[in-house]
């Protein structure tokens, strides 16, 4: 089994900034994907971004540009800097490890933009 522990959500303003942070620790040999997806209130869960353990990163297109996703192999630790927040943005973050076929999803953490 892999944990994930997300971190960094909370009240922001519209136009500032948070970053996100999510560690996983447990049975890990080697994580392929680690990923960043949001629910929003009253819709389904998305994919806002994901980073391959080689380097490689997709994100979501409507996020492209203010979202970056970054990813520490050594600390079992991947990032999510969010600049120029907006109201829409508000959503549950949920982190995601993907490792040898199995899935394994954080708790979440509240991100809230407000006017």
């Known amino acids: 089994q892999v944990q994930l522990v997300e971190s960094g959500g909370g009240l922001v303003q519209a136009g500032g900034s948070l970053r996100l942070s999510c560690t996983a620790s447990?049975?890990?040999?080697?994580?392929?994907?680690m990923a960043w997806y949001r629910q929003p209130p009253g819709n389904q869960r998305e994919l806002v971004a994901a980073?391959?353990?080689?380097?490689?990163?997709v994100y979501a297109d409507s996020l492209k540009g203010r979202f970056t996703i970054s990813r520490d192999n050594a600390k079992n630790t991947v990032y999510l800097q969010m600049n120029s927040l907006k109201p829409e943005d508000t959503a549950v973050y949920y982190c995601?490890?993907?490792?040898?076929?199995?899935?394994?999803w954080g708790q979440g953490t509240q991100v809230t933009v407000s006017l």
């Open positions: 995601k490890a993907e490792q040898w076929g199995s899935s394994y």
């Open positions: 980073a391959t353990s080689g380097g490689t990163t």
């Open positions: 447990g049975s890990i040999v080697r994580i392929n994907v």
